[in-house]
């Protein structure tokens, strides 16, 4: 009997190790795929549309949350529901911005984008 008793420490520890080895691979089927932003090059007042794509490689829905930040100040944040084994793709648009260099981040994938002086603006 006392040779036994060593099995239950040992049947709780693998049963947590399992427990979060499977919660860490059900976040990690859902990530980012791509992140895109169109034009590269843009005239001042012109719209820069941001395009990422979300992969869900899961076997169930999840859904991600994104934070879209430019030069690290938050520009939008939105959950999306993304189907099992499917790619969704999610855009926004970027406006007002003075002529300079910028970096897009969207949960640590990045993209950048470039303002330039219109041909009108004096």
């Keep these: 009997m006392r040779k036994k ?37 843009a005239k001042e007042g012109e719209t820069v549309t941001v395009t990422v794509q979300i992969e869900n490689s899961g076997s169930t829905a ?18 999306v529901e993304v189907d099992p084994e499917s790619v969704k793709t999610w855009t926004h648009e970027l406006t007002e911005y003075e002529t300079g260099d910028y970096i897009i981040d969207v949960n640590g994938a990045s993209s950048f984008f470039t303002v330039t002086k219109s041909f009108w603006s004096v």
């Design 5 to 41: 008793l060593w099995l239950a420490p040992v049947t709780v520890i693998l049963a947590l190790v399992l427990a979060v080895t499977t919660s860490v691979t059900a976040q990690d089927e859902l990530g980012i795929k791509s992140i895109a932003t169109s034009p590269t090059s």
């Design 62 to 79: 999840g859904t991600y949350s994104l934070v879209l930040k430019v030069e690290d100040e938050v520009k939008a944040t939105e959950e």
